[in-house]
């Protein structure tokens, strides 16, 4: 919760919720749809256009990213990490959990420094790089590893 306070945002009970949500899995990657089933699911009824203006503020803070999710093109949320920078992800388009590729980020790092160069020299102002990789994760991958999703994967 202290980077709540750090936003400057104020701690309220939708607020703290959200956040714990994401805080208690985060890897999770959830639709608005799906975060406004959770709350319910914990209690606690949120007016849909209020959750709404809650992710923006979560988003402009810098607590949580907001990306479109695989096919459906709809947006997905998930805990932004602490680091500043780019940090490469890997979506799984089967139940939709994230996964960080750290080890991947110094040299991601240098390839979004050289896109955002390359858009600076053009004229163009770049202002976030979001490197995802979508698939299906190992979780989701038949036993028989033929790298197709099961039909209970995500539920």
Request: include cysteine; proline fraction near 5%.
């Amino acid at each position: 919760m202290q980077r709540l306070e750090r936003a400057g945002l104020r701690r309220t009970r939708a607020t703290e919720a959200v956040v714990g949500l994401f805080q208690s899995d985060p890897g999770w990657s959830p639709s608005h749809a799906e975060l406004e089933m959770a709350l319910q699911a914990l209690g606690l009824q949120v007016n849909r256009v209020t959750l709404y203006r809650l992710l923006d503020r979560l988003v402009e803070a810098g607590i949580l990213e907001r990306h479109t999710g695989g096919d459906d093109r709809t947006w997905r949320f998930g805990l932004a990490p602490d680091e500043s920078g780019v940090v490469p992800r890997f979506e799984c388009d089967a139940c939709h959990r994230q996964f960080r590729l750290t080890d991947a980020s110094e040299p991601t790092q240098a390839v979004a420094q050289q896109l955002l160069s390359t858009l600076a020299h053009l004229g163009h102002q770049g202002q976030r790089v979001d490197l995802s990789i979508h698939g299906t994760c190992a979780v989701c991958v038949e036993p028989s590893g033929d790298g197709q999703a099961s039909p209970e994967a995500g539920t």
